[in-house]
């Protein structure tokens, strides 16, 4: 047991060599940053339950009266950095998959008209993903497996500079399923090439070598190339 005067020499010592205290901890503290970051992480998970209840009402004190301030510099740290903060944002959003479902879930039944407005606006200011995300429900009532995102269709359309890739044409190019989901093809970028939405249309349920060859016919290329055989 600790007696009260050595509390009290403790106390002074501390005082008298706060900063050299502080500098060898901040240090330390610089040179063991992952042993450091290991061990908290330990510790949060040994005292989760205890810890959250004291610390979630920590900070919604600490949040209240800071409320404008600590705004203030959010904003400020997110325009500054904007690349990190929206990388961190998403690594966070992926690791805390489930809690960050529920987090959006809790805000948006609270903030019901704010919700709605803000996915007004980004449904406006995105009508690629509306499109994207539409197409991915379609593909799974037809029962095809996977996925591709808006990122990786753009990066395809890229390989063929922006071209559809039956008729060459340069126009808003739309994904196209080289074998049919109707025919078993799969959802994903490898079954993906960008097609102009005449030559989607067109191609319906047709692979893309039949398609290539339908086209080929019509312009009579089929008999220059059975000629030259
Ligand atoms: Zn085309």
């Known amino acids: 047991m600790i007696t009260e005067e050595r509390k009290a020499q403790l106390h002074k010592y501390y005082q008298d060599h706060k900063d050299d205290i502080l500098a060898k901890q901040r240090e330390y503290n610089e040179e063991h940053k992952e042993q450091q970051s290991l061990k908290r992480h330990e510790r949060h998970l040994r005292n989760r339950n205890q810890d959250n209840e004291r610390q979630r009402e920590y900070y919604k004190t600490y949040y209240a009266k800071n409320k404008e301030e600590l705004i203030k510099k959010a904003v400020a740290y997110h325009s500054k950095h904007k690349d990190k903060s929206c990388a961190a944002s998403a690594k966070f959003r992926e690791i805390n998959n489930e809690a960050w479902r529920q987090i959006k879930q809790r805000y948006n ?46 990066r395809k359309c890229g390989v063929y500079n922006g071209r559809c890739v039956y008729c060459g044409t340069i126009s808003e190019l739309f994904p196209d399923h080289a074998t049919p989901l109707s025919r078993g093809g799969r959802n994903d970028i490898n079954n993906i090439l960008p097609a102009c939405a005449d030559c989607n249309m067109e191609k319906h349920n047709k692979t893309y070598s039949e398609y290539l060859f339908r086209k080929l016919v019509d312009c009579g290329a089929d008999r220059v190339l059975m000629e030259s055989v």
Do not use: D
């Open 109 to 154: 039944s609270t903030h019901r008209e704010e919700a709605r407005q803000y996915s007004a606006r980004y449904w406006r200011e995105h009508p690629e993903v509306v499109r994207n995300w539409n197409r991915m429900r379609k593909a799974r009532a037809k029962g095809a497996e996977g996925r591709f995102t808006q990122q990786e269709f753009e």
